[in-house]
């Protein structure tokens, strides 16, 4: 069964930049699409953007178009978020999952932009 691990988040600057990780176990992580997810406080969790299990393809909110990049090296199971020109908006708990179907959540990294 596919598990996976967010990590990476901390605090950070506005206008900084983070990488976040989201890294698999158990599984062959190459087999699945993976989506970025954060949930801020009182908000419901939002999806901010995807990438094909092939790497072909990604997909942005316009919320972060333009400031994340979504990639994945599948041979270390491993997808990343890059945030750059982060914002005091962008604070939230983001997670890692595979898109449109019901699975459990990890714990998520919790990413604070504050100066």
């Known amino acids: 069964q596919l598990q996976l691990v967010e990590s990476g988040g901390g605090l950070v600057q506005p206008g900084g930049s983070l990488k976040l990780s989201c890294t698999a176990s158990?599984?062959?992580?190459?087999?699945?699409?993976i989506a970025w997810f954060r949930q801020s406080p009182g908000q419901e969790r939002e999806g901010i953007g995807c990438?094909?299990?092939?790497?072909?393809?990604?997909y942005y909110e316009n919320s972060v178009k333009g400031r994340f990049t979504i990639s994945r090296d599948n041979a270390k199971k491993t997808v990343y978020l890059q945030m750059n020109s982060l914002e005091v908006e962008d604070t939230a708990v983001y997670y890692c999952?595979?898109?449109?179907?019901?699975?459990?959540w990890g714990q998520g990294t919790q990413v604070t932009v504050s100066s």
């Open positions: 990438i094909s299990s092939n790497d072909r393809f990604t």
């Open positions: 999952n595979v898109p449109n179907i019901s699975r459990p």
């Open positions: 158990s599984a062959t992580l190459s087999d699945y699409p």
